[in-house]
């Protein structure tokens, strides 16, 4: 069984500020790790993936998430805030789910962190 | 452009009247889902299928049908909605199974 935590509801930065949106997770195989930003009344959309290629993963805007198997996390992280980073972000992850009939990726949710970024 | 697309994008309706949310998607992809949305509890993913007259529940699927008769439409049906039913859904694609998801806007429903 595979979960996932965010480890904070609500994150609150001033802009030109470090972000760091803290996502720890569970699952028995090798998973895959998405993070997904949720602007207000949008669908989701992908910031970064990882694979397993490299363990610090680059993705769009900015961000980046490092790979902690020994810590299992998955932190996202961003130098400097932008107040139109403020949004709800959800780390996700995916892991083979092993039926009598197959095998297939069901992909679990975080509740989500929702950034604030005062200027 | 490449979208993945959801109607209607508000429904109102009472306990036991059938609705269905249509979504459909232009970049052929074989995986589509639905997931639902509710405030605290991130996304839970009602069916997804992987490809076309193949489909599977998720986390959540009581009360919900779907099908997949064409490639690029996904519609989900609840057939006699109850109030505990009132969420945001999303649709949501991607090329295969555990690839970047490509999401529809959402389809913020309550039923009364």
């Known amino acids: 069984a595979q979960s996932v935590t965010q480890l904070d509801s609500h994150v609150s930065v001033s802009e030109g500020t470090p972000v760091l949106l803290r996502c720890n997770y569970s699952?028995?195989?090798?998973?895959?790790l998405f993070w997904y930003v949720q602007h207000p009344n949008k669908g989701l959309q992908l910031l970064l993936k990882?694979?397993?290629?490299?363990?610090l993963v680059k993705g769009i805007n900015g961000f980046e998430a490092e790979f902690k198997k020994s810590e299992t996390s998955f932190h996202l992280t961003k130098p400097s805030a932008h107040m139109s980073d403020a949004a709800e972000y959800f780390c996700?992850?995916?892991?083979?789910?092993?039926?009598?009939?197959?095998?297939?990726?069901?992909?679990?949710f975080g509740r989500g962190t929702s950034l604030i970024v005062h200027p | 452009e490449a979208q993945v697309t959801q109607n209607p994008r508000y429904l109102i309706t009472v306990t036991g009247k059938k609705l269905t949310v249509t979504c459909s998607q232009n970049?052929?992809?074989?995986?589509m889902s639905w997931y639902r949305q509710d405030p605290g509890l991130g996304l839970r993913q009602i069916y997804y299928?992987?490809?076309?007259?193949?489909?599977d529940k998720g986390d959540v699927p009581e009360g919900y049908k779907v099908s997949r008769k064409e490639k690029r439409n996904f519609p989900l049906i609840l057939e006699s909605p109850s109030p505990n039913q009132t969420s945001l859904y999303f649709c949501?694609?991607?090329?295969?199974?555990?690839?970047?998801?490509?999401f529809g806007s959402g389809t913020q429903l309550s039923v009364l």
């Open positions: 949501a694609s991607s090329f295969r199974e555990n690839e970047k998801l490509f």
């Open positions: 990882y694979t397993s290629a490299a363990t």
């Open positions: 970049m052929n992809h074989e995986y």
């Open positions: 299928s992987m490809n076309v007259e193949v489909t």
């Open positions: 996700v992850v995916s892991d083979l789910d092993i039926s009598p009939t197959g095998g297939s990726y069901i992909p679990t």
């Open positions: 699952s028995s195989y090798s998973p895959s």
